[in-house]
Every structure is written in C-alpha cells, then in structure tokens.
C-alpha cells in the first residue's frame, strides 16, 4: 500500500500563510489525495481531496504536480483555529485508506 | 441536524467483557466506518459497510464485529478476545461511492473506551 510522509510538527502565526507538504512517492493510478483536519477529542473533518493540478475551496488550495509523488495543502490567512492535525492520505477505494500520524500545525498569535 | 451520532462519549469496561458502540447517521448515506485512534497516531480502520447486510474487514478486524441490519446504523461491537481495546473510536459515514471512489468521509464525535 502506498504511503505518505509528512512533517510530523510546523508552526505558523496568525495571519501567514502556511503550506504542508505529503511526499507519497508511490502513489497509485487510481489513488486519489485527500486532507483531513482533526482537533483533540474529534473526528476528523475533510478539508479538501484532488487528483492532479490545483484544487481549491473556500479554506484551501491543493496542489499536486504532474508527477504525482507529492502534494502541498495550502492554508492561507490561518489563525489560532487552525491549531489542529493534518491528515493526508490516499485512497482508490474503502478497503485502502491509511491515515499516516499527520501533522500537528500550532498557530501562535 | 443531519448528522452522525456516537453514545456513550466515554465508556469504561472491566477486562473480559464485550461491550457495543452505537453510530447512527441521518445523513441518507449509504457507506459507514469504524475507525480506532490510539493516543498520537492516525486512524486505523476496523470495518466498513457500503451497503445494508454487508460489511468487510478493515487493516485491524481482529477481536471486533458489526451488523448493518438497518441503513442509518452500524454497531460495533468490542469483543474480549481484542487484546487492547482501550482506544478512541469514531464511526464515519460517507455517500455512495461513484466510480470506486471514496467520497467525503463525515465522522461522529467519537467514543473514548477505556478497559480497566
């Protein structure tokens, strides 16, 4: 099964900008990227998911280059409520989900 | 509010004994999943079911079961043959998939299980 790396902490301050990489190197064909955001004590809450190029919603930008073995979960404008983990994973279907450990962003004021 | 519902919030349970956790969705969704999170790491899946009467194996099944009787819900049950159960479950729903691929995953509050 493919898996991600991420960092395993970033910190940030309110009002930048803050950008998380996923390295998934051996990424499938059919497996689509996926970010989850979780805070203490919750379930998590999807955030976005692509494919390939730039997706965007209202709170993020995802970007995911030609080659596919990475992807970058752009945050922007981000304050003291987007304390919490990051999950990137990648899926083709519900019996190939992994949650790696994720990445726990601290936002300072 | 649509929307998924774990009970109880907390639960304790003596060593050897089997205890259920209840999900239950609103939301019409067709899939639902039974994860486990133990402390500083990612979700492990247990089950899923993407259809009433049908459920398959996760990554970590063993030493826990499920019935899908009904559309809005999906029990888990923690037997005494699981060898750590004292973890956070949280139980997801999702839409039907469309082209094998997994839709958004909505997740309940979760249950924190503690085996004393």
């Known amino acids: 099964l493919a898996k991600t790396t991420q960092p395993i902490s970033m910190d940030s301050y309110e009002g930048q900008e803050v950008n998380i990489t996923c390295s998934h190197n051996?990424?499938?064909?059919?497996?689509?990227i996926t970010w989850y955001q979780q805070f203490p004590s919750q379930g998590p809450r999807f955030i976005i998911q692509?494919?390939?190029t730039k997706v965007t919603n209202e709170v993020a930008s995802l970007f995911i280059p030609a080659d596919r073995k990475s992807s970058t979960l752009s945050l922007p404008r981000v304050s003291l409520s987007d304390t919490a983990v990051y999950y990137c994973?990648?899926?083709?279907?519900?019996?190939?989900?992994?949650f790696g450990s994720g990445t726990r962003l601290s936002i300072r004021p | 509010d649509g929307g998924i519902t774990q009970s109880p919030k907390y639960l304790f349970r003596k060593e050897g004994q089997n205890v259920t956790l209840s999900c239950e969705q609103n939301l019409n969704h067709d899939a639902m999943y039974w994860y486990r999170q133990d402390p500083g790491q990612g979700l492990r899946l247990i089950y899923y079911?993407?259809?009433?009467?049908?459920?398959q194996k996760g990554d970590i099944a063993e030493g826990y079961s499920v019935s899908r009787e009904k559309k809005e819900s999906f029990p888990l049950t923690v037997t005494s043959a699981q060898k750590n159960p004292t973890a956070f479950y949280l139980c997801?729903?999702?839409?039907?998939?469309?082209?094998?691929?997994?839709?958004?995953?909505?997740f309940g509050p979760g249950t924190r299980l503690t085996v004393l």
């Open positions: 692509g494919y390939k």
């Open positions: 997801a729903s999702s839409p039907r998939n469309r082209d094998r691929v997994l839709n958004e995953q909505f």
């Open positions: 079911s993407q259809i009433v009467n049908d459920f």
């Open positions: 994973l990648l899926h083709s279907s519900a019996s190939k989900i992994i």
């Open positions: 051996n990424i499938a064909t059919n497996d689509y």
